[in-house]
């Protein structure tokens, strides 16, 4: 029989020789999640030894995470503003950035809070629902051109307790959407053909290319999305946007000319250019 170290050890070189490059991370979080415990709670049992029903459902997990399918998938949900959200080949798995971006809009947001917010785009609905959590006052429309989208994000809405506050709406960007917001914000496709062509396995193979090229070098969709929300923005309004790390320059232009004031760039969590802040 192998203990729990053993296996891990085994599990890590597996995924390291298949790219992965978190690759010890990645078999503590497979084996934690084939145990049924925490990922810390392995370091206080690495002399034990694994029976083998316990190491069954672990070898399906190793197999698919060496073929380059996202951790989130096989776990099948990610934590997200202290919120837990299934996620699957539907929907772009939430990233860490994007939680910056809902922390930056709480601290500028903070006093009044927001009563009208729109998330276009909503995806898995990771926005629409951390940022419900964190203004409960608020009512929160959430927009999607792909209905199976939708559907997960109502579900994740029901998961976390948060359907009464978000109307769901079906179409393209502010399109299906009526009246004004405090509060509009995006986290669009953005990658150009080339990004995509250049990322990793997980992101090309197993995420949906629709929520993560545009066209137009990935500004097309920021753009169109500048133009419709100056339309539906309360004055005094924020639009919130994440975008690529290449594009302020050319959105910062674009906002001015549409008319948006204080307009705010900020950085990711890497110091790389990603977040705008635009107000009516
Ligand atoms: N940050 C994501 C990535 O690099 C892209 C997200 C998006 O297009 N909105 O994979």
Redesign the pocket.
Known sequence: MQTVLEILKKTEGYFAKAGIAAARLDAEWLLAHALGCKRLDLFLQFDRPLKEAELAPLREMVKRRARREPLQHIIGHVDFCGLRLTVGSDT?IP?P?TELLVERIVEKLASPPPQRIADLGTGSGALALALASAFPSAGVHAVDASTAALEQARANAAANHLTDRITWHHGDWCAPLDGTFDLIVS?????SQADWEA?EPE?RLFEPRQ??VAEDEGCADLLTILEQARRHLKPGGLLAL?TNIDHHPRLLAAAAKLGYTDLQAEQDCSGRPRFLFLHT
């Not at 986290?187 to 990658?191: A, D, E, R």
């Open positions: 772009l990233r950035e986290n669009p496709p953005y990658l990322a992101v929520a993560l994440e």
